[in-house]
């Protein structure tokens, strides 16, 4: 028997546990065909023979300051066309999303989303078969008061100094390795 689709709204707070992610306000766009998550510092490197990508992300809209470090394997370089019409080649990963109490995988294109009102958008083939949207409401999952809390209590916990600057991979404060 086929578990019963979660619906969300237009919008919802998710998280992306695999990147050290736990709250990024998401657009859920049935529109767009794949889903998108802000990124900068974009770098494909190479860890064990396999290609991985690795990347900073602002989880926080207005949030300059509080930088994510992520990495992950590199799993396709596909060109993308945005809501403009411009074609761009992006780097695809692949990582678990999970929104309230449910979890599954999806992939993921990395763009820069700075100027967009979302950091990052859930498109239709990560909701095929799991989720619909009532495009009437927001946050049936959940509100979150203070996102920025949640980011700038765990780098209190590391003592991160000026800015938030996190390494997904390690949890620390952010520094030189080479490694993704």
Do not use: N
Not at 140 to 155: E, F, P
């Amino acid at each position: 028997m086929d578990a019963v689709p979660v619906t969300l709204g237009w919008r919802e707070w998710v998280g992306l546990p695999e990147l050290g992610l736990p709250l990024i306000k998401a657009k859920v766009d049935t529109g767009a065909r794949t889903s998108a998550l802000h990124a900068f510092e974009v770098a494909c490197v190479t860890k064990d023979d396999a290609d991985w990508v690795r990347f900073a992300v602002h989880p926080l809209q207005y949030r300059d300051d509080l930088v994510m470090r992520c990495a992950a394997p590199l799993l396709d370089r596909r060109a993308v066309t945005d809501s403009g019409g411009h074609r761009e080649e992006r780097f695809v990963i692949a990582t678990m999303l999970a929104l309230g109490t449910q979890r599954w995988p999806i992939e993921l294109t990395l763009t820069d989303r700075e100027s967009m009102r979302f950091r990052m958008l859930i498109g239709r083939t990560a909701l095929a078969g799991r989720a619909l949207v009532d495009v009437r409401r927001s946050f049936l999952m959940g509100q979150h008061a203070d996102a920025a809390a949640v980011y700038l209590d765990a780098a209190a916990s590391l003592d991160a100094g000026e800015g938030v600057s996190l390494d997904a991979c390690t949890g620390e404060s952010a520094g030189g390795s080479d490694d993704p």
